[in-house]
């Protein structure tokens, strides 16, 4: 299995919070771009040039003609590092990792080796072969090349950058920590630099210091991607900041309007708050973005009956109860196999207003509970679907209604 870089990034992949190419991680569709012009050519030309904005661009049109083409997405990397687009390199990575899923191919390798034969002292290929090998987690292999690159450039940010991380990595705190204060003298400007030491520490479970990082990233320039709030709202929420983490998925959401996993995110974050009033609003959300295959059961639920019913990706189950004002329904929906992870909404007597969710009972339980007094009386609204992705299988409800 491929051993790579930042879990955090590679938890957003898995929840499907961002494609493997990111949209917000490239230069976007380039709205000039000509099938008639040799966009290869004139990247090339750009980066012989050491013009690697140019060159990201270029080849960035180039793949909106050929976007499988496994060369291009590789050129396009050597791009991105060497114009310090971090974030954006590490998403080209991605994307050659998913061209390849066990390795990615030695023709990379190869072309980064023959640029430094061709030149020893010529960096480009050093802190090219040295990202790759870094995003691999092949540390004992990219510290000769962190060594050539400061050799040529004592002053290279991406030297020190990548060595902090590595040392980070693998088990040395201190120096990690000389290289990242190294990297932000020789360059505080850079918002994509905090990001990647941030992750860094998050993925060493130091998540205070991630938060740090990533807040002065985007106090640099606030991004309108909402990755990085999601980023960060998910190392607030690790270290008991629940509220910080509440207010980055609502920055996140206002800007992932259609992203289902930022609003069941959200909901779970005030859920851990103790207001599964609120959470309800963004879980219901959370269901009609994912809604595939609903299934509706037009009887009325009878007090005290249950149901077992198998949970797939995107079915969701509607039921309806009736009730008089200010009697408490009582609602269980548990895995029946352990695995499944249900959720459940209910939606007042106009059908539409969500009044209160829940998706996981306990902080170490997936199963979901509702025990709420319900204002009014009328005709309500139980809803029951799939939490986190992946985790299907049948599930035992019961719904009652009673006083206290």
């Not at 966009?39 to 180039?62: G, K, N, R």
């Not at 050929?66 to 390199?89: G, H, K, M, S």
């Not at 900041?241 to 974050?269: H, K, P, R, Y």
Request: charged share 20%; net charge negative; proline share 6%.
């Amino acid at each position: 299995m491929l051993n790579a870089r930042f879990q955090r990034w590679g938890l957003l992949l898995l929840a499907g919070l961002i494609m493997a190419t990111p949209a917000w991680a490239q230069p976007g569709a380039q709205p000039d771009c000509d099938p008639n012009l040799d966009y290869v050519f004139l990247a090339e030309a750009s980066f012989a040039e050491f013009d690697y904005p140019a060159a990201v661009a270029f080849y960035t049109c180039a793949l909106e003609f050929d976007p499988d083409n496994y060369d291009l997405n590789a050129l396009r990397l050597d791009a991105q590092v060497l114009a310090e687009n971090y974030v954006n390199a590490f998403s080209d990575a991605v994307v050659l990792r998913d061209f390849a899923p066990s390795e990615i191919t030695d023709a990379t390798f190869d072309r980064y080796d023959a640029l430094i034969a061709e030149d020893p002292d010529d960096i480009r290929g050093y802190a090219l072969r040295a990202f790759l090998n870094w995003y691999l987690a092949n540390d004992d292999l990219a510290f000769p090349d962190y060594a050539e690159m400061l050799r040529i450039d004592p002053e290279s940010v991406l030297a020190y950058l990548l060595r902090g991380s590595s040392y980070a990595y693998t088990g040395f705190p201190e120096d990690a920590e000389a290289d990242f204060a190294t990297t932000l003298e020789l360059d505080a400007t850079n918002p994509e630099i905090y990001w990647f030491i941030g992750i860094t520490y998050g993925d060493n479970a130091d998540y205070v210091s991630a938060d740090r990082l990533m807040s002065e990233g985007i106090a640099l320039n606030p991004p309108d991607v909402f990755e990085y709030y999601a980023d960060r709202a998910f190392y607030r929420r690790e270290y008991g900041n629940i509220m910080g983490a509440i207010e980055d998925l609502t920055q996140a959401v206002g800007i992932a309007q259609d992203s289902a996993d930022l609003f069941l995110d959200l909901g779970m974050a005030y859920e851990l708050k103790g207001r599964p009033d609120i959470a309800a609003g963004s879980f219901y959300r959370y269901t009609q973005l994912i809604e595939t295959d609903p299934i509706t059961f037009f009887e009325p639920f009878t007090s005290g009956d249950d149901m077992t019913i198998t949970l797939e990706e995107g079915r969701v189950f509607y039921f309806e109860i009736e009730m008089r004002a200010q009697q408490t329904l009582d609602i269980t929906a548990t895995s029946v196999d352990g695995f499944a992870d249900p959720l459940v909404v209910v939606l007042g007597p106009d059908g539409q207003t969500p009044l209160v969710g829940n998706d996981n009972r306990e902080p170490d339980s997936t199963n979901s509970l509702i025990i709420e007094p319900m204002p009014y009386e009328g005709t309500y609204t139980v809803i029951v679907t799939h939490g986190s992705g992946g985790a299907f299988g049948d599930v035992a409800v019961f719904i009652n209604v009673g006083f206290g």
